[in-house]
RNA sequence: GCCGAAGUGGCGGAAUGGCAGACGCACACGACUCAAAAUCGUGCGGGAAACCAUGAGGGUUCGAGUCCCUCCUUCGGCACCA
């Protein structure tokens, strides 16, 4: 059998047919929207890995439909980044060219596999209709004062300018391998930490996986403490951050972000300021990550002729710079307590300052501190600090805290790991941030009507060396009028992230045409939330959070009409090479699914990608397996050899049909492909047996088939005649009552090993059973005269008798 | 370092706290064949057995792959979160 030629041909019908075209509005149908996290179409092209994700919910969207909903199951592509203008650099042509190339690779692979796409509605984010509405709402984002310049700072090499992360090792430019340095650049930011609040709030109005609620809020990292004032015996004053204002007394050092402002204001004060340059020089080559690695040493240098005071006692303490400190967290400052933290505590100990142990209860000489999560649950007690010694830990908080504020140098505060979304890439290949800078006005807003500000078309567009886009290279360009006075101004050349246009592209597919609004607020309303968002587990953190994010804004200014876009979200586990590692090129371990395809067909691809394993873990690529599946659809292919009549369900293989049709559509809601396929196999093994199969059961086969292998499916249903068409077949129904057996077989224990297994009626009492166990020959046996102690009856499963 | 996920036969993996290994691969034997492939059938964790087996060690329970504690290993994410 020709799989290939059989699929191509029901591909072209559906195309032909447009299938799976959907409207906004059906009457008389649900509307479900089921959403793949859009794929960036690098060079490499797809893998079988991401056939794993859309095969399965291809088959989740194929069985909706059949179970009568509308379903909305879009693709497109998330086309700007960093990939596409490297690969352009490197071939010497344009990044749209590349982009191009990629998506026609991408497409004809995803086509080959059969997917129920509506490509009507397919979306790039490179596409000035597509990004023109990206820069308009940057431009809401920034008239609603959700958007501004600050400075930050950048990664930059001297030879190639500004570095993504990525593009950072150990320090070194992974181009040139010249040194890292940090530099300061103004850029475009979002402030999401606005957002921070009702980010975690809402998740309990979504039904996502419980760890990747978990990883929102660590992420976004909500912290409740005390901003506390301390005063520099020299003139001048910072403020900490605490969680642990309990442990005040314990304080023996500061610790200060070595770009903190106070060093410059100080410097005349500071004895050691050479050295302390030098140390600041030796922070600025660090990355954040790099500086964030505990096992890298306690690097830092006292700040000497400077002491701070506690305000608490008036004690004279120094003050250190410390890159452990991040001036982008809190107030860039810590108060450090070494017997009660870590991290203050190795500090201390490389630094050869003192510990005072404030909080009661564990040996000072243990070579640890003795941590919050440690004294919180210990019913601990204060200790050396004055009027608050003796008193329990939370108490202690609270009165230190409260004497604290009474004083006026400190004040209840929260805090989030999350920061704002540093919105400016110094790169080409992305939507250009529409603002104009004008000397006389400042930073303007294109006006809407102008957008999309498109990206010129230029013959260079690497990187320049002085920290700015490659947009400020083109003059003609950068330089326009300033829309508010009509002088003379500079364009903006800053360009968005990537992490932009995927941020709203759930939102366009409901009305990808649309040129007079990103998408109306009446499609928006007939499919929104997403039903189903599936997508890596790497985007379960970031990009799930910026889009809530971006979500949420245009919620609240109206343009959106709910408050949490995704009512759930899932991610597919990794396909791995057959070798057990990620597939990549340079390993030599990528399967192309156009060669498995050729090979075995869609069909059995899709198959096995869902019976591989569980989709949520990582699973090996194997050839093999893809045999056994076209095995499997070859044999339900010839059951046609055993076809009989009849409209009913036979005898026979009734209980064997019900059970599958409950298991499968069980599975597929459950998102447990591989154990519905299981039980598709099952139910096909009992077909063989029996040695034949009637009208009424091959239909109910090939329906709950018809998700996972749509194409031989419709092949074999087309060829049968059967009616109605198969694109109109129900989803079947399953008789709980067909389900019951007469019988069940019990295990018989005596204290957990099994004795005996007899079969019980499915209807015996539990005095019944327990009675058929205690008079079972070989329970009497084995009891040789022992006291039951206690019987358990597990219904359906087993007997325990418990004997002394 | 921090956060998240996961460790079960030769392999991929099943298993609402209740008979571990469903389903499949590989393998072995048999049938069909001159032969092979395909197909069909049988077997298949270890051990002669008692028993032993779900990364290691403890615990809870009549009963633990599953729940709790301590470790080890692998994978994904990261912006040290004070």
Redesign the pocket.
Known sequence: MNFREIEKKWQDIWEKEKRFEVKNFEPNKKNAYILIEFPYPSGKGLHTGHVRSYSALDAVARKKRMQGYNVLFPMGCDAFGLEAERTAIKEHKLPQEIVARNIAIFKEQLKMVGLSVDWSREISTCDPDYYKWTQWQFLQFYKHGLAEKQETTVNYCPNCGVLA?EEVENGFCCQCKAEVTQKSKAQWILKMTKYADRLVEDLKDTNYM??IK??QI??I?K?E?EKVTFKIKQGGSFD?????IETIYGITFMVL?PEHHLVEELKDKIENYDEVLEYINQAKRKS??E?????KGKSGVCLKGITAINPVNNKEVPIYLG????A???????MAVPSH?Q?DYEFACEHNIELIPVITGKNEKSGCAYEKQDYLNDNATLINSEEFSGLEVHEAKKQIALKLENMGVAEKQV?????DWIFSRQRYWGEPIPMVYCEKCGWQPVPECDLPVTLPKVDSYEPTLDGESPLSLIEDWVNTTCPKCGGKAKRETDTMPGWAGSSWYFMRYCDPKNDKEFASMDALKSWLPVDLYNGG??HT??HLLYARFWNKFLYDIGLSPVSEPFKSRISQG?VLGSNGV?MSKSLGNVVDPRDVINEYGADSLRVWES????Y?????W?D??V??CN??I??VYNFQDILIDGESYSKELEVSIHTAIKKVTNDIDNI?F??A??AL??LA?DV??VGKINKAEYKTLLTLLNPFAPHITEEIWTNQHFEPQIKDAVWPTYDESKLVKDEI???LQI????ID?VNIKTNATTSEIEDIAKNNSKIVEALNGRNII?V?V?KD??V?I?AK
């Open positions: 992360n419980d760890h978990t990883s660590n992420w990292g912290s403490g900490i951050f605490t969680t642990c972000a954040e990550f500086r964030s690695e505990l096992n890159d452990f400190v991040l982008s967290y809190g107030s860039g400052a810590v933290d991290r805090n989030f790991k999350m920061r587990n790497e953190t970031r990794l990620k019976f591989m394993g569980d949520f873990q990582s699973v090996n194997s093999d397996g045999k056994a095995k499997f070859t044999k447990k591989n154990t396929i299981s196999m099952i093994n063989a047996k077989e019990y295990a204290n957990n090993k099994i297994r206690k358990i597990i499963r087993l325990n418990i």
